[in-house]
């Protein structure tokens, strides 16, 4: 049951009501942290369709999650407040512009994951510099708990990501590579959010529920790379990748309003 719920809640975190306006520095760095998150989220997406891992929610979890990366990256845009980051917004733009050719309107394929998966990372070193970029004007340590609690959210996406395009046969020992690494740098963050004096009780509490559902995840994330990847495993990457992601997202969300 605790499963099912937190999987209905990672679904929950893209059918929310609009996001308001970027309200203040903090802020900014917590959606530009999103944007790096939804480049690996719609490349996930992109790929449990193709391997028919829950295709109809990978299929909802696809167009949600263009949908939001438009829309914040308006509102980044809007933000800015130099114009060396104004500059790096028009440049993800037009590297988001780049990938969308390649998912909209069109049915995702074995063929076409692997253009899919390079401008993820394309999309991904841009939304990346810009959250760095935010974090500096931000002059804080605050500025940077944000911005690693927000990397947190990404690396759950890109260790999905990478499993599935492994589970698919797309460059497997570049997969591996990644989500050996991927799971270093996550559990460094982890350790780097609950260690930090910033974090409150309700931090804490939430940076536990993280914990509990990082052994579901990474449990999902070995199961998938066993040889021939069963149904069942690949559903449970998607599953818990996003009961995960709600609980970063949730995280995130409160050190940016501290």
Known sequence: MQRRHFSALGL?????????????INDAINKAGRQRMLSQRVAKAYLATVLRAQAGQAEKILDQSMALFDRQLVELKAFAPSSAIRDTYVQLEVAWATYKENLV???????????VIAQSEAVLALAHKGTGQLEQESGKSLGRLVNVAGRQRMLSQRLAKYAYASAAGIDRAVAQAEIAKARTEFLAGMKTLTDAPEATPRIQEQLRLGEQQWVFFDAALQASQKGTATP???SHVMTTSENILAVLNEVTGLYAKL
């Open 12 to 24: 929950g975190l893209l059918l929310a009501p609009a996001w308001a306006q970027v309200s203040d």
């Open 232 to 234: 069942e495993a690949l």
């Open 105 to 115: 309107g069109k049915t995702p394929s074995l063929g076409g994951a692997p253009a």
